[in-house]
């Protein structure tokens, strides 16, 4: 079983700082794209940053400048650094990976997964 789990988010105030983190385990074979979205209440799931197993990123123009994404393929995770929050900041995060993982019967499986969600929240 492959799982994401998720750690890092809590209550900031406005203009400080939140580092989040995923990690992936199981029988794992290769990592391709991570990334994180965001889902507030009332609002549409919209895409934060991904980063590609070549290591190139993508941001929402809403974070650029503020948030990093960042991956060490060692471990198995990928990171969203994220300063300079603000009040329209606070949602649940949600860390996502596309993976090939490796079945009991030496097949492989090509998934998506996603994390349980982490809350974050910036008062202001």
Do not use: H
């Amino acid at each position: 079983q492959v799982q994401l789990v998720e750690s890092g988010g809590g209550l900031v105030q406005a203009g400080g700082s939140l580092t989040l983190s995923c990690a992936a385990s199981g029988s794992i074979v290769r990592i391709d794209d991570m990334g994180w979205y965001r889902q507030a209440p009332g609002r549409q799931r919209e895409l934060v940053a991904v980063i590609t197993n070549g290591f190139s990123t993508n941001y929402a123009d809403s974070v650029k400048g503020r948030f990093t994404i960042s991956r060490d393929n060692a471990k198995n995770r990928v990171y969203l650094q994220m300063n300079r929050l603000k009040p329209e900041d606070t949602s649940v995060y949600l860390c996502n990976a596309d993976y090939v993982s490796s079945l009991p019967d030496g097949n492989l499986q090509v998934g998506r997964l996603w994390g349980q969600g982490t809350q974050v929240t910036v008062s202001s």
